[in-house]
T-cell receptor, first 109, second 114 residues
């Protein structure tokens, strides 16, 4: 599975959009991009995934560049409860998720 | 959907003792995963079951670790002769046929080896 690179930490003001970037320049054609988050002392939580097209669900939007070498997770109106570590993961044929260290997002009041 | 449950939530043991953790996946989920997470790191994959068959094991899973899913429902993870380096959060996740891209994680079992 391709490796991902994320900033270590980010800050966002409550009510504003949080844009979390991820680089995955070695991604293969059959590999999906996944985003999970982990709130302190809880298990990770699935957010969204995509292959080529942009995706949106009730939690977030995922923007994948045309060359698929990077993506951005967008939380449109961040709240204090969105403070968490966000993991960008690339997965192909394997069942396992390979987590990096993620981005620690802090939403400030 | 009652979620993935794990027991116990916390376990303190002395070095050299054996410990066993249990995971109850979401009912009808055929896939079950174990991960381990140490402080400041993301979760690391340990092993994966499809129904009762253990299909993938990480090199992290030494001979002291064994996992079972005897009837394709709950799973157990046993660590024999625990070492201080085994101290970590052990996470279980499950996924089903209808939402194959999502792994649903439990709250984890925190192991402390003294």
């Amino acid at each position: 599975d391709a490796k991902t690179t994320q900033p270590t930490s980010m800050d966002c003001a409550e009510g504003r959009a949080a844009n979390l970037p991820c680089n995955h320049s070695t991604i293969s054609g059959n590999e999906y991009v996944y985003w999970y988050r982990q709130i302190h002392s809880q298990g990770p939580q699935y957010i969204i995934h995509g292959l080529k097209n942009n995706e949106t669900n009730e939690m977030a939007s995922l923007i994948i560049t045309e060359d698929r070498k990077s993506s951005t997770l967008i939380l449109p109106h961040a709240t204090l409860r969105d403070t968490a570590v966000y993991y960008c993961i690339v997965r192909g044929g394997s069942e396992k998720l390979v987590f990096g260290k993620g981005t620690k997002l802090t939403v400030n009041p | 959907d009652t979620g993935v449950s794990q027991n116990p939530r916390h376990k303190i043991t002395k070095r050299g003792q054996n410990v066993t953790f249990r995971c109850d996946p979401i009912s009808e989920h055929n896939r079950l995963y174990w991960y381990r997470q140490t402080l400041g790191q993301g979760p690391e994959f340990l092993t994966y079951f499809q129904n009762e068959a253990q299909l993938e094991k990480s090199r992290l899973l030494s001979d002291r670790f064994s996992a079972e899913r005897p009837k394709g429902s709950f799973s157990t993870l046993e660590i024999q002769r625990t070492e201080q380096g085994d101290s970590a959060m052990y996470l279980c996740a499950s996924s089903g046929r209808d939402r194959v891209h999502e792994q649903f994680f439990g709250p984890g079992t925190r192991l402390t080896v003294l």
